[in-house]
């Protein structure tokens, strides 16, 4: 999967899957499986990103 997802220039794979079933002894199905993806830079891909505010911190509100 990793040659694969390299010869495509892929920079990582995501959501990846691995399955295995045993049918009888000694055969076996296994099942290998994700998705490959290239990153971008936020503001190559829509300039306004950088133009967007921070987002605010996550937690309670700090005290006085």
Same mark, same amino acid.
């Given at each position: 999967?990793?040659?694969? +997802? ?17 049918? $009888? ?6 099942? $290998? ?8 830079? +936020?503001? +190559? ?17 700090? $005290?006085?």
């Amino acid at each position: 999967m990793m040659e694969q +997802a390299k010869t495509m220039n892929a920079d990582a794979i995501i959501a990846m899957r691995y399955d295995a079933t045993e049918f $009888a002894p000694g055969i076996t199905e296994v099942l $290998a499986y994700g998705t490959a993806v290239k990153l971008a830079d +936020a503001d +190559a891909v829509h300039p306004r990103m950088a133009e967007q505010p921070p987002l605010p911190p996550k937690g309670p509100p700090a $005290a006085p």
